[in-house]
């Protein structure tokens, strides 16, 4: 029902700065809330970032707060993720992904999954 695609990753040094871009199509009006993911070799799944299409509320990992910053177009039904001071332990594929929940930071809660973007830091 719902179609994501990632875009915006590659090879950035330490302290550098990226974009990612996640866009939707189909009935994206059955969902509520899209979330950042991130996984990185060896490690579990791990969340990011979530925003709400309706009233823009915005929710981050520890891990993220104050560099990330997740934000959304309705217009063009794409949310993005603005990623400032890029630390090599933010190496991993990034996933956006939808749930008709208000929030949710779980794996579980969510419904539908993009294909994911890689985002290399260099130290």
């Known amino acids: 029902q719902v179609q994501l695609v990632e875009s915006g990753g590659g090879l950035v040094q330490a302290g550098d700065s990226l974009r990612l871009s996640c866009a939707a199509s189909?009935?994206?009006?059955?969902?509520?809330?899209v979330g950042w993911f991130r996984q990185a070799p060896g490690k579990e799944r791990e969340f990011v970032a979530a925003?709400?299409?309706?009233?823009?509320?915005?929710n981050y990992a520890d891990s993220v707060k104050g560099r990330f910053t997740i934000s959304r177009d309705n217009s063009k039904d794409t949310v993005y993720l603005q990623m400032n001071s890029l630390k090599p332990e933010d190496t991993a594929v990034y996933y956006c992904?939808?749930?008709?929940?208000?929030?949710?930071?779980?794996?579980?809660?969510?419904?539908?999954w993009g294909q994911g973007t890689q985002v290399t830091v260099s130290s």
């Open positions: 189909g009935r994206t009006f059955s969902t509520y809330t």
């Open positions: 992904a939808t749930t008709r929940k208000v929030y949710g930071s779980q794996i579980s809660e969510y419904d539908y």
């Open positions: 925003t709400s299409w309706i009233g823009g509320s915005r």
